[in-house]
């Protein structure tokens, strides 16, 4: 893993703590590769063997090629997909919603994760080396954004921000005026408002 995506990697498996000690084979990305046409970013292949299949903080999905749910499939399906959405986008002059190609077209993006808002996430081949591709968020049909930093560093702001949220984030605030004190910190303590505490929930 290059030396500079060493801190975020660091801070986010401190994050999410010790994984539930999975054994992968060496061939179990070749596959995916040979489909991508490329290795794939080191941190993320090294997150995936590590961890596996699951969700980050409940929320962000990844998947391993060997996993319950194959990473490659779900590849080609976002491929497919996402391909047919730009194309009926492009027809419509709503090229903006849709700035980048999708694998397999050259320097399409390729897909590694969704959340549960139905976000989905790709990596951006701007370059010849894959730990210097950046992350492409396509929004739930709202266009997209780039993150300009590798998988690791986008995985640790995505649980920061979770972190980062006031106490009583996600609870209407007419409920202010008739919950005790007693039970707000019950909400909190059970995660049904505020911050969402890091964990790794494998499948």
Do not use: K, N
Not at 127 to 152: A, K, N, Q
Not at 175 to 200: C, K, N, S
Request: hydrophobic share 35%.
């Amino acid at each position: 893993m290059p030396e500079q995506q060493m801190s975020a990697w660091d801070e986010l498996c401190a994050l999410l703590g010790e994984p539930a000690g999975r054994q992968r084979a060496p061939d179990d990305w070749d596959d995916v590769e040979r489909y991508v046409g490329s290795a794939l970013p080191g941190d993320f292949t090294s997150f995936l063997d590590t961890y596996g299949t699951g969700q980050v903080t409940g929320e962000l999905t990844v998947l391993h090629p060997r996993g319950p749910s194959p990473l490659l499939e779900r590849m080609r399906t976002g491929h497919e997909t996402f391909t047919g959405l730009r194309r009926r986008a492009l027809a419509a002059g709503r090229a903006e919603s849709y700035p980048y190609p999708f694998h397999p077209e050259p320097g399409g993006l390729i897909w590694w994760g969704r959340d549960q808002d139905g976000h989905e996430y790709f990596f951006l081949p701007r370059d010849p080396h894959p730990d210097r591709w950046t992350v492409v968020t396509m929004l739930h049909e709202e266009g997209c954004e780039t993150f300009d930093g590798p998988f690791s560093a986008f995985a640790l702001a995505f649980v920061r921000r979770l972190l980062d949220v006031d106490p009583y984030e996600g609870l209407d605030p007419a409920a202010l005026d008739f919950l005790e004190p007693e039970g707000l910190e019950e909400l909190v303590a059970t995660g049904e408002i505020g911050p969402v505490q890091p964990r790794f929930e494998p499948v």
